[in-house]
């Protein structure tokens, strides 16, 4: 029998794009890029706890992530006691992952230590709020980031979990945030116990410019893209459905046209205003 040509990096990159692609086709499927073609969320989980020293090794990965200024503006809160998994997953019930995951984290941003630092030094904290407000949202969405590559790279699965943007104002309660901390996203980490496919991203020529930017051909491209995912990760029901009707087409572009055509996450918006940012 023929022996099985080896994985290429290539590979991965036709299953991530649904197209053609040449590039890394001398290149071994495996490392950081190989981790990072392969990346899915996993939302089912064995029981096995995760060890405390491999979390704290993948806390030490995730904030070695660059940082805006240096000013290092994120905050950790693993929930962790029964109590507050309960409450974390009461207050979100339509994501039972939440409950099945071993570890719950909330990644915040976090512009409290930096003023906390000015005074210290009695400077007083000038930045623009809205600025101020990015700058936290940047650090902490890299540290999760990094926080899953090093999990990934563990054999964990993780699942961000925006919802908790939904409950801004009790989880800041629950959590005793402070002012100038808010929540940006739940982390589900465990052992995964599915196996989800690839979600199909748009093709690089989309996102990446040369120069200036360009949208001429977005409209063939996003079509195609609805139909190359469709094949790959078919949608099971359409959002929406009472007030745009069931479509023969549905694909990705309806999802999201239909799934951002309504007011999301009002709460956070108002929570940030109120403690910490004034915008
Ligand atoms: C900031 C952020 C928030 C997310 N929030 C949720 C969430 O609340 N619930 C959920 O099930 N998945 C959530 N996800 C996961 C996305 O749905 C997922 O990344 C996307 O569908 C692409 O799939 P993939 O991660 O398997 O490639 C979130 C992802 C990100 C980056």
Known sequence: MAEKEPRK????????????????KDRLSS???????AHRSHRHFKNTPV????????????LSAPSKSDLQQTAI??????????????????MPWISSAPVFLLFCGDSRRIRDVCEFHNTGFAHDPLDALVNAVADSAIVMQNFIIAAEAEGLGCCPISAVREITESLADF????????????????????????????PTRVIVHKNRYDASSL?????????????KNPYRHQRQADKYGLSDNYGWSSDKARQTSTTDRISFSSHVR??????
Not at 223 to 230: G, H, L, V
Not at 274 to 279: I, R
Request: proline share 6%.
């Open 9 to 24: 990096i290539s590979d991965l990159i036709r299953e991530r794009f649904a197209e053609p692609s040449d590039i890394g």
């Open 31 to 37: 490392g950081t890029h190989a981790t990072q073609l």
């Open 51 to 62: 060890a405390e020293e491999t979390l704290q090794l993948l806390y030490a990965c995730a």
């Open 77 to 94: 809160i693993h929930l962790e006691e029964p109590v507050a998994r309960d409450f974390i997953q009461r207050s979100i019930p339509a």
């Open 175 to 202: 959590c005793a945030l402070p002012d100038g901390v808010f929540p940006l996203a739940g982390l589900c980490v465990g052992y995964a116990e599915d196996d989800p496919a690839i979600s199909v991203r748009l």
């Open 219 to 231: 409209a063939d491209e996003i079509a195609e893209y609805d139909r190359r995912r469709q094949q």
């Open 274 to 279: 109120k403690h910490g940012f004034q915008l």
